[in-house]
Structure formats: structure tokens, C-alpha cells
């Protein structure tokens, strides 16, 4: 298992280092740009490299895009700062083997190689949790529900028909009723008549 | 839409000068003559010449003038004057009544006719004193119609009176003056396009160088005035130039005096001949025939005229009667039965200083005493016809005749050449005021332009000002904010974890994953992260979500963008993105937002439509405030684009096209 380190913070780096050598791997090149590390990548062809995302010369993201786009056999990855969903999706595009925070790293880094090891994806938890919007306090059945199939479901309780409701949200009359069946299955309701605005009215009028 | 106005405004300019342009188009006559007055059933009546001899005439003129004078229509009185005036003349006819109704009308009304019917009058006066004799009193009269023309009437009544001077001048011998009138009339009547009186008052030249001798002159300005009466087609004028002919021949002896009578005679049998003129022509015949030795014949046509020259009041048509008479008596080789007559007749014809008269009355006694072989009779008469002959022409008189003649062509051709730069003058006016009109119109145009624009450069001006004050005043605002979140959240935390340093590890470090969340939440607000590397769609996606989640408003999208321009425009696109969704979400009110941005062949689309409540657009921009929406439209112009923003009580829509750079 030959592994290659790229960090532009010598601590962060060193840090780093130590850790994945205290859990028994051997780490065969270290460097503090993006350039020399897609370089090592190109010539050494390590089994794994952990990259940071912020880099001097070229990012994590862009190393990630070359190993992608030439099919190389190393698996890339990204211990970085960035919990933003936006960030971690670029670099799902380039199928990226892991994606870890800095701040979880301790936790993280061992699950992921083992992970990646394997052979499978490993995304921190954490980022994940992200995106999640804090309303436990309300209806639990209704946090099944994605936003726009709540904003439907509002709008049902305001005995609004489907295709009222599709002008009203900008969207089309199939996209509401698609929403609509998605809503019935999601609530487990049974397929009747009106069904659903009679929950609606019931629940959130 | 002011383009279309301008043009339409030249239009009618142009419409204008080229009316006024077509105005003049035949180039002598000046004042064309204007469509006939309209008459009521009297003024019809005093028209027709058959009721002159109708018993209740003066009578119908005399009561319709009263009329008019007594409702003070002075005009009106003098326009039926002129109508029975012209029947009258028309018409040959001398009324001694009618003469004095005139001259009690002008003694008192003179000064309030207008000057159109005054010539008028003026013009029939003389020629009813004309016809009765009296020559001083027609020339007085005649001379005091020629006013200065201003129309159509003044004109051709003016013509009227030079031409019957040009007729009296002759008769009482004074050829220059008769010469000078003539020419004259032959000019006024050239202005108004009268080609008939144009051949008469040639004619009267004509026969004023006819009665000088100049015969060859004479028969040239006679075919030139023939060539004109046949062009008008006037009757008068075509027998009038026949008759001068006739006399011509016949004073000429011409070989062709018997021919030309006889087509004469047919001339007037075709067309619709007076009486009077009939036995002018008539009488040319008589002596043709007596002449030729056919008495029967020409006595004949004498008993069948007799009446008519009994009756008839026209001094020349007796007098024609009476010569060709005189040709047939003496052709009999009677002595004339009216010998007497003649004789007794001269005195008064001397008085009147009428010349060609006298000759003619000479010429019948002279042939008579011949006849009656009174020889020292004859001699007598001989040696007075050649003074009165000689009153009429001598030869400085001719050389005169011509001078004049050649003095009014090069007057005339003055005239011509002072009317063609007049309207020159005109026509250069004309364009002149034209090219002034349109310079002042475009001036007007232009200055109105730059006014608009002026307008437009200050409340651009204003409106940039105040963006850029606000502009500061935002970043100002901005770096506030992040100094309170740097002072409030992050230093606040490093105190506290400060403090707690010591305690529990678990603790410490729950504590700097607070401080990174702050640090992380300062940064996101500031700039997207990472924005140039994951590019455009899926950082409005997150910034939709974002708001969706934090406002509970729902925004759809609609986004096919593969990533055309740069980073940096991509950013600017951005913040137009969620600063329209800002400004939706404070004011409009709106059930749901919808972001669209499209890549066409030729431009990139943004859209940012909401169904909110609206508002008034250009107020708002011009407001002072509404920095939001002047970002929109300052950020479109930096990444070389335009937006439209438009807004109802339906919603608002903002739109932006970006050109594609090819």
C-alpha cells in the first residue's frame, strides 16, 4: 500500500503524515502543491493520495479531474476545510474515492482508508449533516417530505388545484401530480379519491 | 416614432412649396380669368341681348340698382351697370337713358365703387359716347378707366379702354396715340389670355397702318390678328379681322378683294353673324357687285338690309350702308338721293375731327358730282377728301408709325424680361423660405434631441451617483458586519475557549468546531465558496436550496447553462440571481420565484420572474434608493449585457441578455 500526501501546510502535512503511519501504512511521497503532487501521482502511480482541496499552483479538485479524466489507478482522497455540499458534489462528479473533514479527521481518516481499501466510498458523516434543516419539533410524518412536496401539500390544504398550484409555483401540472403521488406514497396513504387534501385539510389547516 | 414624425413633417412642407410653385405655369398671362359669376333670374334677363328692345328693360335695371344703392350695396349696383353696360355694347346698341343712369351713379357714388367695376363703367361710358360721336367726352371717359390692374377684371377693362382710344385715336387722326393704345390693349389683353381681344386691338393697329398707307404693315399685323381671332374662336373677332381685311383689299385694290368678299359672305351666312355685322359684309358685297355691274343683285341686298340700317344706332354699319349705296347709285349712274344728307351731315363730322369719316363722306360726294358730271364739283370734293386725307397720314407720320411700333416690341420684350426675373426672385424666394423652414425644423429637432438627451445624461448621472454612494456606503456596512461577526462570534469564542482551556478535552474541542462553523459561515457569506471551480448552476442551486430552506419560499429553476463565460461573469450573474431573490423575498410577496438561465445560439438568458404584488419600475430606479435593482442592471453591464426589468400587478420579471462573444 503506497500512499502520497499533498498538503500546503507544513503542520497540517507533517500532521497528517504521522497519523496515517501511526495506523500502519506506508507513505511514500509528501509534497506541499498540487502540481508536484499530480506529478508523483503520474510517475510513482501510488495506491492512494490524500489531498488537501486548497493548494497553491492546482487544488485538490483539479488533481482530482486529471486522475479522473485519465483514468488513472490512484485513488484520490480529500481531506479539506470545505463541509459545503456544492464542493463535495464537483468532486463526486470525478468520482471521488473519499471525502473527509479536516475537523473529524482523528475519527475519519482510519474508516476511510479502510474503506478505500476496499475498494469503496467513504463520505464523512458530518457533511451529510450539513444540509439537514432543523425542524424535528414539528410533525415527524412531515419530515419525510421533501420542501417542494411540503409547499404542495400547503398549498393542497388551501384547496388549490393542481394546475392553480402549477402556476402558482412556476413548475408544470405533471410535476405537481408527480409530486402528489410521490406525497400519497410517502405519507403511506391509501389510493382514494381526494385523499390527500382531506390529510392535508385534516393536518395542516 | 419621432423619426416618422420628422418625415412626415417634410412631407408636408415639400406638398406646400410645389403648390405654391404650380401656381404660375403659363408664362404671359398673369391673371387667368376667373370662373363665372353666378346670376339670379333678373341678372339673367339684363343679359340676354333680344330684351333690349323690350319696353320694360331700363325699367328692370333701373329698380334692381335702386334696390341695391338703398341696402347701401354699392358693388351690387355697379355689377348690374357693367352686366347691362356689356349687354349693351354686346349688342351694339346706344342708349342716351342708360348713359345718364351711369354718369348720376358715378357723380355719386364714385368714391365707394371698387376699382374692378369702376374701369368697367368707366369703359362703357366712353363707348356709348364712342357710338354716339362724341370723342372728346369718350376719350375723357376711357382715359379714366385705365387704372392701375390688380386682377382679372381691372386688367381686361383697362385693355377695353385702351383699345377703343386705339379706335377713336384712329378716326380722329392722332396715329401715335392710336398706335401707342393699341399696342397697349394687345398687352393688358396678352395678361389675361384673351386671345380674342388680343386680335382685335391688332386689328385696330392694323387699320391705323392701314389709313397711314403702310399697307404692307397693315395686311401683316392683320393675318397675325386673323391667326388669333381663329384661334379663339370668338365670332366678333373673326368677322372684325375679315372686315379690316375687307377695307384693306379694297382700299389696296388687291386682286383678291372679290374672292375674299365672297368667303366673306359665306364666313357670315355659317356662323352666327350680328345684323349689323352682316351689313358691313353685306356692304362690301354691294359694292362687289355694283363693281362688278350686277345691280339687280346688289339692289336686292340693299331693300333686304334697308330695315336694319334704318334702325340700327352703329354709326359705322349706316355709314358702310350708306358708301355701298353711293357704289350702287353710281354704278346706276343715278345722282344719289341722299346728297343732301351727306352734305348736311359734314359740319358736325368736322366738329368731331373724324377723319376717316369726312374721307369716306368726300369720297360718295366726289363720286356723285363725277356722276351728275359736275366736274367743278368734283374737283372740289377732290382737293378736300385729299386734305382730309392727309389730316389722317403723312409720311413723318409713317416713319413714326413704325418707330412706335419697334419702340413697344423692345418695351415689350422689357417687360417680358422684368416678369421672368420676378418670378425668378419669386421662385428663389420660395426655395429660400423652404431651406429656412426645413433648417429651422431640424434645428428644432435636434435642439428637442439634445434637450432628451441632456435629460436622460443627468438622470443616468444622478442615478450613478447615488449607486456608487451606495456602493460605499454597503462596502462600509459590509466590513461593520464582518468586523462585529470576527468581534462578536470568533473572538468571543477564542475568550471563552481561553478560559476553559484547562477543563475537560471533549468540552475544549466541541468548543473549536463552534469557532470553525463561525469562521466558515463569515467566509460562505462573503464569497460562495470555491466558486470558480464548481462553477455557475450548482452555486445557484445551493443558493436556491439555501433560501428555500431559510425563508420557506419556494423557487424553481430551470437551468441549461454548460459554463460559456468566464468565472468572473459567472459570479456577476450570481449576485444578480440572489440579489433579485433578496428583493423578491422582502417586498413582492410572491407564492413562488422562478430562476431560469438558458444558453441560446447567439446569447445567454437570464430570468428572474416572481408573482408577487409588483411595482413601479422607473420610479423606483429613479428614486434614489432601490440600490438592488441598480446592482441588477450595473452587473449586466459589466459582464457586457443588458436588463430589462419589467413589472405589473401580475409580478416582476427581470431579464438579461448577454451576448455571446463569437
Given at each position: 500500500m503506497r500512499i502520497l500526501i499533498a498538503d500546503d501546510h507544513p503542520f497540517t502535512l507533517m500532521g497528517t503524515k504521522g497519523f496515517v503511519e501511526s495506523l500502519g501504512y506506508k507513505v511514500e511521497d509528501i509534497c506541499s502543491n498540487g502540481i508536484t503532487a499530480y506529478n508523483l501521482i503520474n510517475t510513482h502511480q501510488p495506491n492512494i493520495a490524500i489531498l488537501d482541496i486548497n493548494m497553491p499552483g492546482m487544488d485538490g479538485l483539479e488533481v482530482l479531474e486529471k486522475v479522473y479524466r485519465q483514468k488513472l489507478k490512484t485513488k484520490v482522497i480529500l481531506l479539506t476545510m470545505h463541509k459545503e455540499m456544492t464542493v463535495f458534489k464537483k468532486a463526486n462528479q470525478f468520482e471521488v474515492s473519499g471525502y473527509i473533514l479536516k475537523e473529524n479527521a482523528q475519527e475519519d481518516l482510519q474508516l476511510c482508508l479502510e474503506a478505500v481499501k476496499k475498494g469503496n466510498q467513504y463520505i464523512s458523516k458530518n457533511l451529510e449533516n450539513d444540509l439537514l434543516i432543523d425542524n424535528s419539533s414539528e410533525n415527524d410524518v412531515l419530515n419525510k417530505l421533501t420542501f417542494t412536496e411540503k409547499k404542495i401539500l400547503e398549498l393542497i390544504a388551501q384547496q388549490k388545484t393542481s394546475k392553480l398550484i402549477a402556476e402558482m409555483l412556476f413548475i408544470s401540472e405533471k410535476t405537481v401530480e408527480g409530486h402528489r403521488t410521490n406525497i400519497i406514497n410517502k405519507l403511506e396513504l391509501p389510493k382514494e379519491k381526494n385523499v390527500l387534501l382531506i390529510w392535508a385539510s385534516k393536518h395542516l389547516s | 416614432m419621432p423619426r416618422n414624425y420628422v418625415q412626415y413633417l417634410l412631407f408636408c412642407f415639400l406638398v406646400i412649396a410645389l403648390s405654391c410653385q404650380s401656381g404660375n405655369k403659363s408664362q404671359s398671362v398673369v391673371y387667368s380669368k376667373p370662373p363665372e359669376e353666378k346670376s339670379d333670374t333678373v341678372e339673367t334677363y339684363l343679359k340676354d341681348g333680344k330684351k333690349l328692345a323690350d319696353k320694360n328693360y331700363v325699367k328692370t335695371y333701373a329698380v334692381r340698382i335702386e334696390k341695391h344703392i338703398k341696402k347701401g350695396e354699392i358693388d351690387s349696383a355697379a355689377r348690374i351697370l357693367a352686366i347691362v353696360g356689356e349687354t349693351y355694347y354686346v349688342n351694339y346698341e346706344l342708349n342716351q337713358e342708360f348713359i345718364n343712369t351711369q354718369l348720376q351713379f358715378l357723380k355719386t357714388y364714385e368714391k365707394q365703387i371698387s376699382v374692378r367695376y369702376l374701369s368697367n363703367l368707366y369703359f362703357h361710358i366712353g363707348s356709348q359716347y364712342y357710338e354716339k360721336g362724341s370723342t372728346d367726352s369718350a376719350i375723357s371717359f376711357l382715359n379714366k378707366g385705365l387704372v392701375e390692374p390688380t386682377d382679372y377684371y381691372t386688367t381686361f377693362y383697362k385693355g377695353n379702354c385702351l383699345y377703343m382710344l386705339s379706335i377713336i385715336y384712329m378716326n380722329i387722326g392722332q396715329h401715335d396715340k392710336s398706335i401707342e393704345a393699341g399696342l397697349k390693349a394687345q398687352r393688358e389683353f396678352e395678361m389675361v389670355g384673351d386671345t380674342a381681344r388680343q386680335a382685335d386691338a391688332l386689328d385696330a393697329v392694323g387699320g391705323m397702318l392701314r389709313v397711314s398707307r403702310d399697307y404692307d404693315e397693315a395686311l401683316k399685323l392683320n393675318s397675325k390678328a386673323y391667326k388669333l381671332a381663329l384661334l379663339s374662336k370668338d365670332t366678333n373677332s373673326i368677322i372684325g379681322t375679315c372686315l379690316s381685311r375687307l377695307s384693306l383689299y379694297n382700299e389696296m385694290k388687291h386682286p383678291n378683294f372679290f374672292a375674299f368678299v365672297d368667303s366673306a359672305v359665306v364666313f357670315a351666312n355659317q356662323l352666327n353673324v350680328s345684323k349689323e355685322n352682316k351689313i358691313l359684309i353685306y356692304s362690301y358685297k354691294v359694292s362687289q357687285l355694283s363693281q362688278q355691274k350686277k345691280l339687280k343683285e346688289a339692289q336686292q341686298i340693299l331693300s333686304e338690309y334697308k330695315d336694319i340700317y334704318q334702325r340700327t344706332t352703329f354709326l359705322n354699319a349706316k355709314e358702310h350702308y350708306e358708301l355701298a349705296l353711293a357704289d350702287y347709285e353710281a354704278a346706276k349712274g343715278l345722282g344719289s338721293p341722299n346728297i343732301k344728307q351727306y352734305e348736311s351731315l359734314i359740319p358736325e363730322i368736322k366738329k368731331n375731327k373724324d377723319f376717316v369719316r369726312l374721307c369716306i363722306y368726300y369720297q360718295i360726294l366726289k363720286d356723285d358730282a363725277v356722276q351728275k358730271k359736275n366736274y367743278e364739283r368734283a374737283y372740289e370734293y377732290q382737293s378736300l377728301l385729299e386734305t382730309a386725307s392727309d389730316s389722317i397720314t403723312n409720311i413723318k407720320m409713317r416713319t413714326k408709325v413704325k418707330e412706335l411700333d419697334r419702340k413697344y416690341q423692345v418695351e415689350k420684350k422689357e417687360q417680358q424680361i422684368i416678369l421672368q426675373q420676378q418670378e425668378i426672385t419669386q421662385k428663389n424666394t420660395y426655395i429660400a423660405l423652404l431651406v429656412a423652414s426645413l433648417s429651422g425644423l431640424l434645428l428644432a429637432v435636434f435642439a428637442y434631441y439634445s434637450w432628451q438627451r441632456q435629460k436622460l445624461l443627468r438622470q443616468e448621472k444622478t442615478n450613478s451617483m447615488n449607486f456608487t454612494k451606495q456602493l460605499l456606503e454597503n462596502t462600509e456596512d459590509e466590513r461593520k458586519r464582518i468586523a462585529s461577526d470576527l468581534h462578536d462570534s470568533i473572538s468571543h469564542e477564542l475568550l471563552n475557549l481561553k478560559s476553559i482551556f484547562s477543563q475537560d478535552l471533549s468540552v475544549v474541542n466541541k468548543k473549536i468546531d463552534t469557532i470553525i462553523n463561525d469562521i466558515r459561515g463569515i467566509s460562505r457569506n462573503l464569497h460562495p465558496v470555491m466558486f470558480d471551480k464548481i462553477g455557475l448552476v450548482p452555486n445557484v442551486e445551493q443558493l436556491v436550496e439555501r433560501i428555500q430552506n431559510q425563508n420557506n419560499f419556494f423557487i424553481s429553476t430551470d437551468m441549461l447553462y454548460t459554463g460559456v463565460l468566464t468565472s468572473a461573469d459567472e459570479l456577476q450573474i450570481y449576485r444578480i440571481i440572489q440579489e433579485a431573490l433578496t428583493n423578491i423575498i422582502k417586498?413582492?410577496?410572491?407564492?413562488a420565484a422562478k430562476i431560469t438561465v438558458l444558453e441560446e445560439k447567439d446569447k445567454i438568458l437570464i430570468e428572474i420572474r416572481d408573482n408577487g404584488k409588483g411595482f413601479d419600475v422607473k420610479q423606483a430606479l429613479n428614486s434614489g434608493k432601490a440600490f438592488g435593482l441598480h446592482n441588477i442592471i450595473e452587473r449586466s453591464r459589466v459582464i457586457g449585457g443588458e436588463a430589462n426589468i419589467s413589472s405589473s400587478l401580475e409580478g416582476t420579471i427581470i431579464t438579461i441578455n448577454i451576448p455571446r462573444k463569437l
Amino acid at each position: 500500500m503506497r500512499i502520497l500526501i499533498a498538503d500546503d501546510h507544513p503542520f497540517t502535512l507533517m500532521g497528517t503524515k504521522g497519523f496515517v503511519e501511526s495506523l500502519g501504512y506506508k507513505v511514500e511521497d509528501i509534497c506541499s502543491n498540487g502540481i508536484t503532487a499530480y506529478n508523483l501521482i503520474n510517475t510513482h502511480q501510488p495506491n492512494i493520495a490524500i489531498l488537501d482541496i486548497n493548494m497553491p499552483g492546482m487544488d485538490g479538485l483539479e488533481v482530482l479531474e486529471k486522475v479522473y479524466r485519465q483514468k488513472l489507478k490512484t485513488k484520490v482522497i480529500l481531506l479539506t476545510m470545505h463541509k459545503e455540499m456544492t464542493v463535495f458534489k464537483k468532486a463526486n462528479q470525478f468520482e471521488v474515492s473519499g471525502y473527509i473533514l479536516k475537523e473529524n479527521a482523528q475519527e475519519d481518516l482510519q474508516l476511510c482508508l479502510e474503506a478505500v481499501k476496499k475498494g469503496n466510498q467513504y463520505i464523512s458523516k458530518n457533511l451529510e449533516n450539513d444540509l439537514l434543516i432543523d425542524n424535528s419539533s414539528e410533525n415527524d410524518v412531515l419530515n419525510k417530505l421533501t420542501f417542494t412536496e411540503k409547499k404542495i401539500l400547503e398549498l393542497i390544504a388551501q384547496q388549490k388545484t393542481s394546475k392553480l398550484i402549477a402556476e402558482m409555483l412556476f413548475i408544470s401540472e405533471k410535476t405537481v401530480e408527480g409530486h402528489r403521488t410521490n406525497i400519497i406514497n410517502k405519507l403511506e396513504l391509501p389510493k382514494e379519491k381526494n385523499v390527500l387534501l382531506i390529510w392535508a385539510s385534516k393536518h395542516l389547516s | 416614432m419621432p423619426r416618422n414624425y420628422v418625415q412626415y413633417l417634410l412631407f408636408c412642407f415639400l406638398v406646400i412649396a410645389l403648390s405654391c410653385q404650380s401656381g404660375n405655369k403659363s408664362q404671359s398671362v398673369v391673371y387667368s380669368k376667373p370662373p363665372e359669376e353666378k346670376s339670379d333670374t333678373v341678372e339673367t334677363y339684363l343679359k340676354d341681348g333680344k330684351k333690349l328692345a323690350d319696353k320694360n328693360y331700363v325699367k328692370t335695371y333701373a329698380v334692381r340698382i335702386e334696390k341695391h344703392i338703398k341696402k347701401g350695396e354699392i358693388d351690387s349696383a355697379a355689377r348690374i351697370l357693367a352686366i347691362v353696360g356689356e349687354t349693351y355694347y354686346v349688342n351694339y346698341e346706344l342708349n342716351q337713358e342708360f348713359i345718364n343712369t351711369q354718369l348720376q351713379f358715378l357723380k355719386t357714388y364714385e368714391k365707394q365703387i371698387s376699382v374692378r367695376y369702376l374701369s368697367n363703367l368707366y369703359f362703357h361710358i366712353g363707348s356709348q359716347y364712342y357710338e354716339k360721336g362724341s370723342t372728346d367726352s369718350a376719350i375723357s371717359f376711357l382715359n379714366k378707366g385705365l387704372v392701375e390692374p390688380t386682377d382679372y377684371y381691372t386688367t381686361f377693362y383697362k385693355g377695353n379702354c385702351l383699345y377703343m382710344l386705339s379706335i377713336i385715336y384712329m378716326n380722329i387722326g392722332q396715329h401715335d396715340k392710336s398706335i401707342e393704345a393699341g399696342l397697349k390693349a394687345q398687352r393688358e389683353f396678352e395678361m389675361v389670355g384673351d386671345t380674342a381681344r388680343q386680335a382685335d386691338a391688332l386689328d385696330a393697329v392694323g387699320g391705323m397702318l392701314r389709313v397711314s398707307r403702310d399697307y404692307d404693315e397693315a395686311l401683316k399685323l392683320n393675318s397675325k390678328a386673323y391667326k388669333l381671332a381663329l384661334l379663339s374662336k370668338d365670332t366678333n373677332s373673326i368677322i372684325g379681322t375679315c372686315l379690316s381685311r375687307l377695307s384693306l383689299y379694297n382700299e389696296m385694290k388687291h386682286p383678291n378683294f372679290f374672292a375674299f368678299v365672297d368667303s366673306a359672305v359665306v364666313f357670315a351666312n355659317q356662323l352666327n353673324v350680328s345684323k349689323e355685322n352682316k351689313i358691313l359684309i353685306y356692304s362690301y358685297k354691294v359694292s362687289q357687285l355694283s363693281q362688278q355691274k350686277k345691280l339687280k343683285e346688289a339692289q336686292q341686298i340693299l331693300s333686304e338690309y334697308k330695315d336694319i340700317y334704318q334702325r340700327t344706332t352703329f354709326l359705322n354699319a349706316k355709314e358702310h350702308y350708306e358708301l355701298a349705296l353711293a357704289d350702287y347709285e353710281a354704278a346706276k349712274g343715278l345722282g344719289s338721293p341722299n346728297i343732301k344728307q351727306y352734305e348736311s351731315l359734314i359740319p358736325e363730322i368736322k366738329k368731331n375731327k373724324d377723319f376717316v369719316r369726312l374721307c369716306i363722306y368726300y369720297q360718295i360726294l366726289k363720286d356723285d358730282a363725277v356722276q351728275k358730271k359736275n366736274y367743278e364739283r368734283a374737283y372740289e370734293y377732290q382737293s378736300l377728301l385729299e386734305t382730309a386725307s392727309d389730316s389722317i397720314t403723312n409720311i413723318k407720320m409713317r416713319t413714326k408709325v413704325k418707330e412706335l411700333d419697334r419702340k413697344y416690341q423692345v418695351e415689350k420684350k422689357e417687360q417680358q424680361i422684368i416678369l421672368q426675373q420676378q418670378e425668378i426672385t419669386q421662385k428663389n424666394t420660395y426655395i429660400a423660405l423652404l431651406v429656412a423652414s426645413l433648417s429651422g425644423l431640424l434645428l428644432a429637432v435636434f435642439a428637442y434631441y439634445s434637450w432628451q438627451r441632456q435629460k436622460l445624461l443627468r438622470q443616468e448621472k444622478t442615478n450613478s451617483m447615488n449607486f456608487t454612494k451606495q456602493l460605499l456606503e454597503n462596502t462600509e456596512d459590509e466590513r461593520k458586519r464582518i468586523a462585529s461577526d470576527l468581534h462578536d462570534s470568533i473572538s468571543h469564542e477564542l475568550l471563552n475557549l481561553k478560559s476553559i482551556f484547562s477543563q475537560d478535552l471533549s468540552v475544549v474541542n466541541k468548543k473549536i468546531d463552534t469557532i470553525i462553523n463561525d469562521i466558515r459561515g463569515i467566509s460562505r457569506n462573503l464569497h460562495p465558496v470555491m466558486f470558480d471551480k464548481i462553477g455557475l448552476v450548482p452555486n445557484v442551486e445551493q443558493l436556491v436550496e439555501r433560501i428555500q430552506n431559510q425563508n420557506n419560499f419556494f423557487i424553481s429553476t430551470d437551468m441549461l447553462y454548460t459554463g460559456v463565460l468566464t468565472s468572473a461573469d459567472e459570479l456577476q450573474i450570481y449576485r444578480i440571481i440572489q440579489e433579485a431573490l433578496t428583493n423578491i423575498i422582502k417586498y413582492a410577496k410572491a407564492h413562488a420565484a422562478k430562476i431560469t438561465v438558458l444558453e441560446e445560439k447567439d446569447k445567454i438568458l437570464i430570468e428572474i420572474r416572481d408573482n408577487g404584488k409588483g411595482f413601479d419600475v422607473k420610479q423606483a430606479l429613479n428614486s434614489g434608493k432601490a440600490f438592488g435593482l441598480h446592482n441588477i442592471i450595473e452587473r449586466s453591464r459589466v459582464i457586457g449585457g443588458e436588463a430589462n426589468i419589467s413589472s405589473s400587478l401580475e409580478g416582476t420579471i427581470i431579464t438579461i441578455n448577454i451576448p455571446r462573444k463569437l
